[in-house]
């Protein structure tokens, strides 16, 4: 599971070990609009805010968060029937989200993506050039918290000062093989 403040590069370090490690990306639903550039179904489920709420209710979602004005959530059939096939799958969320993973897998390694410094995320953030200044100020406020409380939620942080090093950094820890007793 990876998580870390938007604009830290959790996007672009899983393109970089899905070219590297074979594992399910598990997509996310979401009611924010596409992206250019963005497909449904491959970057995320697409949907309305009724169709989340209803989901939500149902219990079909593992986890969800509000972000940003958008909800998000991890549809919980997409992650129990790849673990029963025995596939690994790699979540990309919210720090909210990942509290609710964490508690339906402990087992679960937690990666936090961290960016070398604010100032560098705000960078990251105006450069988008979809985020307007007002978003730009409540993402750094999220990120500033999310990373006062990534230690003690995440079982490993990883600063993305560069993408290279990050995605072999993060490949390390996935295929790094566990100690005896440990969960994987």
């Excluded at 997509?27 to 939500?56: C, H, K, L, N």
Aim: aromatic share 8%; with cysteine.
């Amino acid at each position: 599971m990876v998580s870390g403040p938007s604009g830290a590069g959790k996007s672009s370090v899983v393109a970089g070990l899905a070219e590297r490690l074979p594992f399910h990306f598990s997509v996310s639903m979401t009611t924010r609009a596409a992206r250019p550039g963005e497909i449904d179904g491959e970057d995320y489920w697409f949907v309305s805010p009724e169709q989340f709420g209803e989901a939500r209710a149902a219990g079909e979602l593992l986890e969800w968060a509000e972000y940003s004005g958008h909800l998000y959530g991890t549809p919980r059939s997409e992650v129990a029937g790849r673990l029963a096939a025995g596939e690994d799958i790699l979540l990309d969320i919210e720090l909210r989200g990942a509290r609710q993973v964490k508690a339906a897998y402990p087992e679960a390694v937690f990666i936090f993506i961290a960016p070398p410094s604010l100032e560098v995320l705000e960078a990251r953030l105006r450069g988008r050039g979809d985020t307007d200044l007002e978003q730009v100020a409540r993402r750094l406020a999220v990120a500033r918290d999310q990373m006062a409380e990534a230690e003690a939620w995440f079982d490993h942080i990883v600063v993305n000062d560069d993408l290279e090093r990050a995605i072999a950094e993060v490949a390390g820890i996935l295929t790094a093989p566990t100690p005896p007793g440990c969960p994987s």
